[in-house]
């Protein structure tokens, strides 16, 4: 079994920046792509960035330039860097993690973002 903690989210402004941390735990042995997600109240999730263990990354055209995912081989964590933040990124921010092959996958609990303006 694999354990996800999500954590660093919060309050902003506009333009402010946060960085959120994705802990994972357990049977770890595999494990390949790491992705945050978010949704939005009365949205449907959406992906927002991926990190593979090779340390290519992707991003969704909304984030591109603004956000930057890494990741922390020995602590096994990974992280969300959110930059020039705007209203629109307000959404709880999943941690998702899987095998190269896509299956099984692990989500966290998600921790909330909220930009005011």
């Known amino acids: 079994q694999v354990q996800l903690v999500e954590s660093g989210g919060g309050s902003v402004e506009v333009g402010g920046s946060l960085r959120l941390s994705c802990a994972i735990s357990?049977?770890?042995?595999?494990?390949?792509?790491m992705k945050w997600y978010r949704q939005a109240p009365g949205k449907e999730r959406e992906f927002v960035s991926e990190?593979?263990?090779?340390?290519?990354?992707t991003y969704a055209d909304s984030v591109k330039g603004r956000f930057t995912i890494s990741q922390d081989n020995g602590k096994n964590t990974v992280y969300l860097q959110m930059t020039t933040l705007k209203p629109e990124d307000t959404a709880m921010y999943f941690c998702?993690?899987?095998?190269?092959?896509?299956?099984?996958?692990?989500w966290g609990q998600g921790t909330q973002v909220t930009i005011s303006s």
């Open positions: 357990g049977n770890t042995h595999g494990l390949s792509r």
């Open positions: 990190i593979d263990k090779d340390g290519k990354t």
């Open positions: 998702n993690v899987a095998p190269w092959s896509g299956y099984p996958t692990y």
